[in-house]
């Protein structure tokens, strides 16, 4: 083998790769912020009495479960302007389908950490004259938030990793600019190591963290 690895064209165009970086960022932390957001209004949904409602977070949440994440952010960049009238963005094609797709998925773990509160907690707190809200913000949020963590770290990892999936409809994020760079010096061994290292940069904190938060929960248990 006589190929000789050049790492020069990384920092040459670093700051190429840093503009992708702040792109990825952008991409992944409002998918979470409002994923979240989204994920719980989405499990009291899940919980709520009525049949119908019930059914409808189902179908929305077994939909963005057993559909993967690619064609999803290519749908919603090609087939869903077709619905509305008005192209996306890529940039908000993949942020729409990031954030809905991580709502699906944050309800699920909203939904089971509800129902492992036992159920006379609610009960006991209408019975003082708290509202269901009162109730589950003074009663039953603080009690899940914790054992929820670990679950809700790592799929900030699994978002972050997701969104390198957004280069597919051009967005100019990591992976896109990475890609960019490999075709046009042909050097995807330097190129795409950097890319991976920045990667493993930016997720690895968070990783390390989820398993911190995991051994600290279980000793406390």
């Known amino acids: 083998m006589n190929y000789v690895p050049d790492f ?7 700051i190429v790769l840093m503009r ?8 992944w932390i409002p998918s979470i912020v409002i994923g979240l957001a989204g994920g719980f209004l989405l499990a009291q949904a899940r ?4 049949g119908w409602i019930r059914g409808s977070g189902l179908v929305y949440v077994e939909l963005f479960r057993d559909t993967p994440v690619l064609i999803q952010l290519i749908w ?3 087939a869903f302007p077709i619905l509305i009238g ?8 993949a942020l729409l389908g990031l ?3 991580t709502s699906a998925y944050a309800s699920e773990i909203f939904r089971g950490g509800i129902k492992s509160i036992h159920r006379g907690q609610m009960e006991g707190a209408l019975a003082i004259g708290m509202t269901h809200r009162q109730a589950m913000r003074r009663v039953i949020l603080p009690q899940v938030i914790k054992r929820m963590l670990p679950a809700f770290t790592n799929r900030t990892i699994e978002v972050a990793k997701m969104s390198s999936l957004a280069s597919v ?3 100019h994020e990591l992976m896109y600019q990475g890609r960019l760079l490999s075709s046009t010096y042909y050097r995807p061994f330097e190129i795409l190591t950097a890319v991976a290292f920045i990667y493993f940069v930016l997720i690895y904190p968070g990783t390390f963290l989820a398993g911190r938060l995991e051994k600290h929960l279980a000793r406390s248990n």
């Open 8 to 14: 020069s064209v990384v920092t040459d165009n670093w």
């Open 20 to 27: 992708g970086l702040w792109v990825t960022i952008q991409i």
């Open 47 to 50: 919980l709520a009495r009525s």
């Open 76 to 78: 919603f960049y090609y």
């Open 86 to 93: 008005v192209q996306l963005s890529p940039f908000a094609a």
């Open 99 to 101: 954030t809905l797709n």
């Open 169 to 171: 409809i051009s967005v």
